[in-house]
């Protein structure tokens, strides 16, 4: 293949040869139907801290791979995958965004491993607040790779720890990137010690910084052992120059090398032997060796640059199509039997199997509708064909098959194995299902997602806005699986929950601009949680005599604390038929239903243990309504006698700020009750760790401001449930109580 046209970089491709079809013990399991085929996809996601450059980084990508000729920045907000007018206006990326660019490794005097060869690249830019983890969650559940992006002066940062874990969770394979190299007090150095002490990271350079600041000009291949220098003339960085290694970086260089082989070979049989035989070891074995590592997971290349200066971004590309597995070299997805959960049913990437894709995200789209983004993992799928969703047992039809582009829609025929696009007009279909051929079925471990630590009442301005506001609110819940919305039934308030208060925020904003709804919103509320602190004994009767055929059913339970963390745990000790078997469930539905609504102020109870221990029947009156009853009373009971406390959501908060005002922000955090965990001097600037209730964090954004003057930043994440101190617990209920009255 070769760009269609005469500039470098051209958007799309003429195909000259039929690319070879993957062979897999035999079998073909990439169709010559496809204008890549497997081994030449990367399905990869850019995940960071926020302001670490992930979006910036994705726009110099997409530049430099041909899909667009004029580069974009955030700041103006005119970049590809920011395309949300929230985004645009706050300068942060609020929803993953996928799209496609192609690459093909140019001969420029480096030794690569795909050199010549075209690749697809399907990218996803997630995001990097914490009020928005859902996005980068349910991406990680369907790529192959990821670059985490780090910022060159604040190294490895809150959330670069958290997307992290999120990566690994999902056995990720990722490179790092090392960007800002031209700021004041960057450090690649130190970026790297963070990534090996923070995240417990087999990482070693691959390139190094040449200079450093303003005077940051390339970078070092420190594999080909070559310099590739930026010209100061060229500002779009489209045009440098692979030369020596100037003078005084040339020992570095070769240490770096020889530290490198040494890592690998620690970890790669066929690199060590090269070693021990004392062979000759070139540029591709030492790629090679790192590429089956990085496909294990076993280690983690780094790279540097400055996205914002145009610098070392084509390196990183390289690195994306050298160290990044395709969907081939990555483990089969692993799913069970809808019929029998405990069988587990292997998915391996084939075009020619029967189609099989998980649902990762719904959105709706003001022109098209309902968008259904999904990864495919085996098999095809046509216009026309239809799907079976296990969840549901249902079949669809498959109307249109879109390619995404950020907010641009491409229709498509087919869609093959490994490929991420969307699907519209599919009902019934919510983010983590699988869509499957009937005829195989097969359900895929959906993502998993926190629960919502923030929520608020809700109430539309006018009765006229009533039914838009319900129905933007089901849409909105159906896209984001850590929005909620229910009603208080005590208070009868409709109340919406999420991660934050920008979340909600952002929820608001999108109501009045996408669904044109004015809604009125009271004060945000702590998802505050329920637990017992000792043991006790409950028992739940629910008797009623008509006249005619009554109701009974009686329970008893043993109710006691749980490890923290450890959820709830209900387990049947029903010895001797005092409760028969079909009531059982219909009281462990009662005891749930008791859980979730609490004994002090209607919050959840968690952390704790119960024991069905005893009761009895009466062989015409008893029935499922009467146990499930007694179930909740006999919760109620055993949770008011196992002195219950209200634990609060604590927040991991990281401040960074100039040391002249260390002393007013570690006085403002004590004031709001934080627990100071660590104190770390960087780079002329001191970090302050410290554990903090979520309620004592509302308009910190202004104080930190205030007390700096502008100069601090800071960042939080949800850390654990720790009970409320007794002088506060008091206030708390008796907020809850008032609002109860009010409702």
Known sequence: MRPAGEGWPGRFFSVEILMVSVKDNGKSVSSPEREYSMDRLRNI?????????????????????????????????????????????????????????????????????????????????????????????????????????????????????????????????????????DRVGADFD?????????LGAYAYPVTLPIGKEDSFQGVIDIINQKAILYSPEDESGASYEVTR???????????????????????????AALVIEDRPIGPLDIK????????????????????????????????????????????????????????????????????????????????????????????QLKRGDTIYNPRTRRRER?????????????????????????????????????????????????????????????????????????????RLSEEDPTFRVYTNEETGQLIVAGMGELHLEIIRDRLFREYRVEANAGQPQIAYRETVTRAAEGEGKFIRQTGGRGQYGHVVINLSPNGRGKGVEIENRIVGGAIPKEYIQPVIDGLREGIAGGVL?????????????????????????????????????????????????????ECTTPEEYQGDLLGDLNRRRGKITSIESRNNAVILHALVPLSEMFGYATAIRSLSKGRASYSMEPHSFEPVPAGLAGDILDSAGAMQMRG
């Not at 390196?315 to 089969?332: G, K, N, Q, R, T």
């Not at 229709?411 to 869509?435: H, K, M, P, Q, S």
């Not at 009761?615 to 015409?620: M, T």
């Not at 029935?623 to 927040?651: H, N, Q, V």
């Open 45 to 181: 996601g850019i995940a960071a801290h926020i302001d670490a450059g992930k979006t910036t980084t994705t726009e110099r990508i997409l530049f430099y791979t041909g899909l667009i000729h004029r580069m974009g920045d955030v700041d103006d907000g005119n970049t590809v995958t920011d395309w949300m007018e929230q985004e645009r206006e706050r300068g942060i990326t609020i929803t993953a965004a996928a799209i496609t660019c192609y690459w093909s490794q140019k001969d420029e005097g480096l030794e690569k491993l795909f050199a010549g060869v075209p690749h697809q690249i399907n990218i996803i830019d997630t995001p990097g607040h914490v009020d928005f983890t859902a996005e980068v969650e349910r991406s990680m559940r369907v790529l192959d790779g990821a670059v985490a992006v780090f910022c060159g002066v604040a190294g490895v940062q809150p959330q670069s720890e958290t997307v992290w874990r999120q990566a690994t969770k999902y056995r990720v394979p990722r490179i790092a990137f090392v960007n800002k190299m």
């Open 190 to 198: 130190n970026a790297v010690a963070q990534m090996r002490k923070r």
């Open 245 to 271: 290694i100037p003078a005084e970086y040339e020992e570095r260089a070769k240490i770096a090398l020889a530290e490198l082989i040494d890592a690998v070979s620690n970890k790669d049989d066929d690199l």
């Open 288 to 379: 090679a060796a790192i590429r089956r590592l990085t496909c294990k997971l076993e280690m983690v290349p780094v790279l540097c640059g400055s996205a914002f200066r145009n610098r070392g971004v084509q390196p990183l590309i390289d690195a994306i199509v050298d160290y990044l597995p395709s969907p081939l070299e990555v483990p089969a997805a692993v799913g069970q039997d809808p019929d029998d959960p405990d069988v587990p049913v292997e998915v391996a990437s084939d075009d020619r199997g029967k189609f099989c894709a998980l649902a990762f995200k719904l959105w709706t789209d003001p022109y098209v509708g309902k968008l259904v983004f999904f990864r495919a993992y085996r098999g």
């Open 398 to 474: 498959v109307s249109r098959v879109l390619r995404i582009q950020a907010d641009e829609r491409m229709e498509v025929e087919t869609v093959y194995a490994g490929d991420i696009a969307a699907l519209v007009g599919v009902r019934n279909v919510t983010t983590g299902d699988t869509l499957c051929d009937e005829d195989a079925p097969v359900m895929l471990e959906p993502p998993s997602f926190p629960e919502p630590v923030l929520s608020m009442a809700i109430e539309p301005k006018t009765k006229a806005d009533r039914d838009r506001l319900m129905e933007g609110l089901q």
């Open 601 to 653: 102020a209607g919050y959840p109870i968690v952390d704790v243990k119960v024991d069905i221990i005893d009761g009895s029947y009466h062989e015409v009156d008893s029935s499922e309504l009467a146990f499930r009853m007694a179930g909740i009373f006999a919760l109620k009971d055993a949770a008011r006698k196992a002195a219950p406390i209200l634990l609060e959501p604590i927040m991991r908060v």
